[in-house]
Nanobody, 130 residues
Framework: EVQLQASGGGLVQTGGSLRLSCSAS????????IAWFRQAPGKEREGIGC?????????YARSVKGRFSVSSDNAQLTTVYLQMNNLRPEDTARYYC??????????????????????WGQGTQVTVSS
């Protein structure tokens, strides 16, 4: 069974850091694009970062660029990470990972559109206190 599992969320103070993990089971991330989305209460789901397992390139939303980074365990291709630094209260949301079979770069498609993705994890909550 194909599954994605997001983990690593929690409560952190403003300016702190967290690293989220997205683990695949039943498949590997080979030839996939993997993205992170987040959704705060009352707001639409927002794409925040994407990585291509094919060429390792990444894309970021303007709201997190320079603070967040997406990486993968290149050897195993089963886990993707979202490193979040300098967290702000407005980063508080439930964070989801999603994947799509795609041999190209994230810039080759509308990566921040959730409709593009086939598989989703259940999400992990991140709360940033002021």
């Amino acid at each position: 069974e194909v599954q994605l599992q997001a983990s690593g969320g929690g409560l952190v103070q403003t300016g702190g850091s967290l690293r989220l993990s997205c683990s695949a089971s039943g498949f590997t991330f080979d030839d996939h694009a993997i993205a992170w989305f987040r959704q705060a209460p009352g707001k639409e789901r927002e794409g925040i970062g994407c990585i291509s397992s094919t060429d390792g390139t990444t894309e970021y939303a303007r709201s997190v660029k320079g603070r967040f980074s997406v990486s993968s365990d290149n050897a195993q291709l089963t886990t993707v990470y979202l490193q979040m630094n300098n967290l702000r209260p407005e980063d508080t949301a439930r964070y989801y990972c999603a994947s799509l079979i795609d041999e190209g770069s994230c810039s080759d498609f509308d990566w921040d559109n959730q409709q593009e993705f086939d598989y989703w994890g259940q999400g992990t909550q991140v709360t940033v206190s002021s």
